[in-house]
C-alpha cells in the first residue's frame, strides 16, 4: 500500500487548510486511518484517527479545530483556525486494524508527509 499526502502550505494564522491522503494499490478497507504531525526538533504526534465504521477521535490539542473524515480510497484533515503551534509534517497513516490507531506503533504503513507552516 503507498499512501500520498496532499494539500499542506503556507497559511496566515486563523486560516484553514484542507489534508488529503491517497491509497494506491487498493481501498482503505475496514483498517483504521489517521493523521500524525511531527514538528521541527519534536517527536511525531498523534493528531487525529478515524475507523472505517466513521468513529473518531482527536488529540486534545486539536479536538473542535480538526475534522477528519475518510472515503473509499481517500482520507481528509480539515484543519481550521490554525494557529503556528500547528507547523509541521503531517503524516497519513493506515493501520492493520478495524480500531482507532492512536500510537506509532499501531501504524503499519505511512505516507511521506505534507508539509504546513502557519504563520503569525
Known amino acids: 500500500v503507498q499512501l500520498q499526502a496532499s494539500g499542506g502550505g503556507l497559511v496566515q494564522a486563523g486560516g484553514s487548510l484542507r489534508l488529503s491522503c491517497a491509497a494506491s494499490?487498493?481501498?482503505?478497507?475496514?483498517?483504521?486511518l489517521a493523521w500524525f504531525r511531527q514538528a521541527p526538533g519534536k517527536e511525531r504526534e498523534f493528531v487525529a484517527a478515524?475507523?472505517?465504521?466513521?468513529n473518531t477521535y482527536y488529540a486534545d490539542s486539536v479536538k473542535g479545530q480538526f475534522t477528519i473524515s475518510r472515503a473509499t480510497s481517500t482520507m481528509y484533515l480539515q484543519m481550521n483556525g490554525l494557529t503556528p503551534v500547528d507547523t509541521a509534517i503531517y503524516y497519513c497513516?493506515?493501520?492493520?486494524?478495524?480500531?482507532?490507531?492512536?500510537?506509532?506503533?499501531?501504524?503499519?504503513?505511512w505516507g511521506q508527509g505534507t508539509q504546513v507552516t502557519v504563520s503569525s
Open positions: 478515524i475507523n472505517w465504521s466513521g
Open positions: 494499490g487498493r481501498t482503505f478497507g475496514r483498517y483504521g
Open positions: 497513516a493506515l493501520s492493520m486494524t478495524n480500531g482507532l490507531p492512536t500510537a506509532l506503533s499501531e501504524v503499519a504503513y
